[in-house]
């Protein structure tokens, strides 16, 4: 008898367990986020430390993220060659490239790649401030950890990542264009169709997701850090998980606006 | 104002389903050095975090002279705070920062002065202790003793009422232990504060204290002056004082 409700009971305990565990995590983070944003805004001014994260979001992101977008806008435009070429649609290779790059694929790589330099180190970095009670050591000096440590490093995801997803778009287009005109594609053609069929929308609402993916990645991040117990293992654990979790949080929320967008 | 006395009653915390704090109740006497020992494990350390407002307790009370602070606001405690520093057992130094800047810190963060009046200040305690040379280094670039001497520095720079030491001397050779407990003495020379040692460095606390406080399981076993440990019957105070591995004390208490 035990052991049978043992087999109907336990897989529903877990799910109990992990349901909980979830619902948790996921009140403590929108407490964590809504305590950084509003202590942001308040004496004593952190501008110095905000500009410090700035430069390491943004500034020291950007070679990577030129990169990224040379090589996407440069691959998408040999498939979408190969496939328009089918029938007959080469003049209609510029726009499609730049809608993807400007609606998709800028604002969404920028942040997969920014999350893997950037997020990951956030969780690290005060994983680390967590085990070796410099967290602790702020608090009993009557300052404010959160304010100090996480508001800068959202403050500067919220507002890099869309300059550097422009950037991501820009050269995507430019990547695109090299690619398209040694395929034979008529360059006038090209840059022309990009001015008929791309409107402002289509980049602002770009650069708009692309600033969300900033606040979801610095903030998970510095959750995973902030909250990460077990020493130098936790750290380790803090920062993969920072990752996984921006990465799935991010195609999840760009799903969800592009749908209400667009 | 001046240093508080500090009273614990019946204090109790668990992690998970180990209890590690169970009614604890201890007295800690103003502008005196109050020691608390015990093993490693014991529970000492979850008891300072405690008095700092580091850790809630799942029950009981904590006195700062007449003033309850369990369960506090965290304005009450950050008031609080501005009076009490934290000596942490690595220093817990900001990596981020240059030394001078990270004994400067508090008087940056809690007076709002600016780095310059507030590095003034801060050069003043490094050369007292010998650190003068150390301003520009990272704290990654010193030594342990080093380390604990700039964390030192930096709690003493706003001259608190309360001062917590997490142990002081753990993982220092002897003559580095000397010296840091040769400054616990003079730090309270010169501040009158109340100062509270976590340790489980029998002979300093029965050297250096006015007050000591023996923990074990998650109690106060025996509490009084160092005269009154030296004379104990007590089973597991003896085996503590004589550093045997036969009696009460277990290695998983």
């Known amino acids: ?262 | 104002m001046s240093a508080p006395a500090i009273t614990v009653r019946n204090l109790n915390k668990s992690f998970g389903s180990l209890p590690v704090l169970k009614g604890l109740d201890l007295n800690l006497a103003p502008s005196r050095i109050n020691f608390i020992i015990g093993q490693s494990g014991g529970g000492k350390s979850v008891l300072l975090k405690h008095l700092a407002g580091l850790l809630a307790p799942d029950q009981g009370e904590i006195w700062f002279d007449d003033r309850q602070m369990a369960g506090a606001a965290p304005a009450d405690w950050r008031a609080l705070r501005m009076r009490m520093a934290f000596l942490f057992q690595d220093g817990a130094l900001f990596d981020s920062l240059s030394v001078g800047r990270n004994v400067a810190f508090p008087l940056w963060v809690q007076q709002r002065a600016d780095w310059r009046a507030a590095g003034r200040k801060a050069r003043e305690r490094l050369e007292e202790l010998d650190l003068a040379g150390a301003w520009d280094a990272r704290p990654g670039e010193l030594s342990a003793g080093e380390r604990k001497r700039v964390a030192l520095a930096r709690a003493l720079i706003m001259e608190p009422e309360i001062l917590f030491f997490d142990e002081p001397t753990t993982g220092l050779d002897p003559l580095l232990s000397e010296q840091v407990d040769g400054l616990i003495g003079l730090t309270l020379a010169r501040t009158r504060a109340t100062v509270v040692v976590v340790s489980h460095d029998i002979a300093a606390a029965l050297a250096l204290a006015d007050q000591v406080a023996m923990i074990h399981s998650g109690r106060i076993i025996l509490e009084g002056s160092p005269e009154t440990f030296r004379r104990s019957g007590e089973p597991a105070v003896r085996q503590f004082l004589a550093g045997d591995s036969e009696g009460p004390l277990g290695f998983l208490d």
Request: proline letters at 3%; aromatic letters at 8%; a neutral charge.
């Open chain 1, 1 to 262: 008898m035990a052991a049978q409700s043992s087999i109907i009971l336990t897989p529903v305990a877990r799910l109990g367990a992990l349901t909980l565990g979830a619902l948790y995590h996921l009140g403590n983070y929108s407490l964590l986020l809504f305590r950084a944003l509003a202590s942001a805004f308040g004496p004593p001014w952190r501008l110095r430390g905000i500009l410090r994260q700035m430069e390491a979001v943004g500034v020291e992101s950007i070679f990577v993220v030129i990169l990224t977008g040379l090589f996407t806008g440069g691959v998408f435009t040999l498939q979408v060659i190969y496939g328009f070429r089918l029938f007959a649609a080469e003049s209609l290779v510029g726009p499609t490239v730049a809608l993807a790059m400007c609606r998709e694929l800028g604002p969404v790589l920028t942040a997969l790649m920014v999350t893997g330099r950037v997020g990951s180190a956030m969780a690290a970095e005060l994983g680390a401030m967590r085990v070796t009670e410099q967290i602790d050591a702020l608090t009993v000096m009557a300052a404010d950890p959160i304010k100090f440590l996480i508001s800068p490093r959202i403050i500067a995801g919220l507002t890099m990542l869309p300059f550097l997803a422009a950037v991501a778009d820009f050269t995507g287009i430019l990547g695109g264009y090299a690619v398209a005109v040694a395929k034979g594609v008529d360059p006038g053609q090209f840059v022309g169709r990009i001015r008929d069929h791309v409107v402002l929308a289509d980049v602002v609402n770009g650069l708009t997701k692309s600033g969300v993916f900033g606040l979801i990645l610095t903030s998970v991040g510095c959750y995973m850090g902030y909250y990460s117990q077990g020493g130098a293992e936790g750290v380790g654990r803090a920062a993969t998980g920072a990752v996984v979790i921006s990465y799935v949080a991010i195609l999840a929320s760009d799903f969800l606006m592009t749908a209400v967008m667009f």
